[in-house]
């Protein structure tokens, strides 16, 4: 067994001071239990925040409270490693500006952050539609929003995109308006079939009678008469009425034997069935044909 010179070894260790060996310690112990009791305080004030302000007011203030509880911890922590923060605070301010310069598009984003914010176009739990993007908001931060689309995919869409974009907040008003464009028959009595149409909402249990249902004959078109059909809900029935209202329709007007017309088209091929015959055609007319004969 090979012998080690353990005298040496422990000399060895003299060279570490034991103040920094206790610094280190106990700032590290600080982290620890500062970083469980902060996660901790955040977490109950997120609770409570929720109960008595919104969705985004909460998430907010729990990440504002988490931020600077963090910012707090870190310099007590770095004091006890005995770091002088006058000399940190000037390295960082040089770091700043730096970095400043180096990420321009960074602060755009949490200045338009900052106007999102307390403009509220919409908050946490609204479905809003952004360009051709739709789906539900999962957070709104400073740099950026998160939303989850409909088949379940996120996305994230920076603050200053929205500021200049757009937005469509789907669920800002607790109740909607539908609106289905219908075209009939023209052999139909359009009046009965308005007053088919008001029954048919009367009758479905998501449609609200007030606001009362817009029921307008819109015009004559190439091939029908033409209806919008406009019914009102409420935001959480969006589904259930679109899919029952449709069914409506089309159940009722097969019972009612009220035709739904589509286009018709004739198609003429002329090689096959040979020029058509003039012996019946007014006598101007025959003479204008045996002329572009000639």
Not at 124 to 145: H, N, Q, T
Not at 187 to 216: S, T
Request: glycine fraction near 8%; charged fraction near 25%.
């Amino acid at each position: 067994m090979k012998n080690y010179d353990f005298n040496a070894l422990f000399q060895s260790l003299n060279f570490i001071n034991p103040e920094l060996m206790g610094s280190i310690f106990r700032g590290s112990i600080l982290l620890i239990i500062g970083y469980i009791i902060l996660h901790v305080i955040s977490f109950l004030v997120g609770k409570f925040s929720k109960k008595n302000l919104s969705k985004q007011s909460a998430m907010i203030i729990q990440k504002g409270f988490h931020y600077t509880g963090m910012f707090l911890l870190l310099i007590l922590v770095l004091q006890q490693f005995g770091v002088k923060l006058s000399a940190l605070l000037g390295a960082a301010g040089i770091v700043g500006i730096a970095l400043g310069f180096a990420s321009q598009t960074s602060v755009s984003n949490i200045i338009s952050g900052i106007f999102l914010i307390g403009e509220k176009p919409f908050e946490v739990g609204d479905l809003i539609m952004v360009g051709d993007k739709k789906g539900v908001v999962l957070s709104i931060d400073l740099p950026s929003i998160k939303i989850r689309t409909f088949d379940n995919l996120f996305i994230r869409i920076p603050n200053e995109n929205l500021i200049k974009a757009e937005v469509t907040n789907i669920t800002k008003f607790p109740i909607r308006r539908m609106d289905i464009k219908l075209g009939v028959a023209y052999k139909e009595d359009i009046r009965r079939v308005l007053e088919i149409l008001k029954d048919i909402a009367d009758k479905n249990p998501h449609v609200l009678n007030e606001p009362e249902p817009f029921i307008m004959f819109d015009g004559f078109g190439d091939s029908a008469l033409e209806i919008t059909y406009g019914i009102w809900f409420v935001r959480e029935d969006w589904i259930k009425t679109k899919k029952e209202i449709m069914f409506d329709i089309k159940e009722r007007f097969d019972a009612e034997n009220i035709e739904i017309p589509f286009p018709h088209r004739t198609i003429y091929a002329g090689s096959a069935t040979g020029p058509f015959p003039v012996k019946n055609l007014p006598l101007s007319e025959k003479r204008s044909l045996e002329e572009r004969e000639k």
